[in-house]
């Protein structure tokens, strides 16, 4: 079970670095490293070789790099970049918007 807040398909906004003030969603979680790959955050140019035999072009190829899940706020559907709070239902736990209260679904 993931220990982090946010979880894969979450929109977050971006809090550091050189991409602070995006948004985007989240593509991967990494609950035991403590990251998140944001889709369009943190984006490397990778040089890719071309193969012979192969259709593919050589060139530069963008991909996210995962960043800190503390460097990254979760957006509320409701009101924007909010904390996340948790509320157990039961056996579930379930997350929260703290500053509206509105209940963030886990999509799986
Ligand atoms: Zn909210």
């Known amino acids: 079970m993931s220990s982090l807040s ?4 979450d929109t977050v906004k971006v809090l ?6 995006k948004t985007g969603r989240v ?3 990494f609950p035991d490293k403590g990251t998140v790959l944001v889709e369009h ?3 490397v140019k990778k040089t890719v070789s071309s193969k012979s035999g192969q259709r593919t072009k050589g060139g530069i190829a963008e991909q996210e790099s995962p960043i800190n899940v503390s460097n990254v706020a979760l957006v ?5 970049v909010a904390r996340v709070g948790f509320k157990t239902e039961g056996t579930t736990r379930q997350r929260v918007c703290k500053k509206c209260g509105t209940e963030l679904p886990t999509k799986k």
């Open 6 to 9: 946010i979880h894969r398909n």
């Open 76 to 80: 509320c559907p409701t009101c924007g």
């Open 41 to 43: 955050v943190r984006v």
């Open 16 to 21: 550091t670095g050189a991409d602070r003030g």
């Open 27 to 29: 593509l991967r979680a």
